[in-house]
């Protein structure tokens, strides 16, 4: 009887050991509270931009701080940028302005093929951009597509 006391009481130990250690349920990419994502990246960037695949947060040091940011999969071998970019940049200009944010304009910048928009709340800044980098481009001719475009979030302070 003692014996089967004592590996029951094992079991029940056991399960509330893996009880209290798991992780939790797991999550998508881009939803708030998952282990990959939504734990660094301020609350109003979700739910992460739709047109897009993401990936998890990770971390970036800069400066001796550890920020965060968030990259889509490259949308591969496009030959509009803007059709891909400017409903991201609506999507996100939309949805913090009705949240609070504020766009940075003194820090905005834009080149061929990519753009920053830093939005800033309290004391916490979301810099949403993209990059584009050109393909088969002769040396000292203009960039053109086709090209691979990266859409990026990323936390900065808070």
Not at 24 to 43: F, I, K, M, Y
Not at 57 to 69: I, R
Not at 79 to 102: C, H, M, N, Q
Not at 112 to 140: C, D, H, R, T, W
């Amino acid at each position: 009887m003692r014996i089967l006391f004592g590996i029951v009481f094992a079991l029940a130990a056991l399960a509330l050991l893996i009880w209290v250690v798991s992780p939790g349920p797991a999550r998508a990419p881009g939803e708030p509270g998952g282990q990959e994502s939504g734990r660094h990246l301020p609350a109003d960037a979700y739910p992460l931009y739709p047109g897009a695949s993401w990936g998890g947060e990770e971390p970036t040091a800069e400066d001796g701080a550890v920020d965060y940011s968030v990259s889509a999969t490259p949308f591969a071998d496009i030959t509009d940028i803007a059709s891909v970019t400017e409903p991201f940049l609506s999507y996100y200009d939309r949805k913090l302005s009705a949240a609070g944010w504020s766009v940075d304009v003194a820090r905005e910048a834009a080149g061929p093929g990519s753009e920053l928009v830093p939005y800033l709340k309290g004391g916490q800044e979301l810099i949403v951009s993209y990059s584009s980098v050109f393909k088969n481009n002769p040396p000292g001719e203009p960039e053109q597509c086709p090209c691979d475009t990266t859409l990026r979030l990323e936390s900065v302070g808070g």
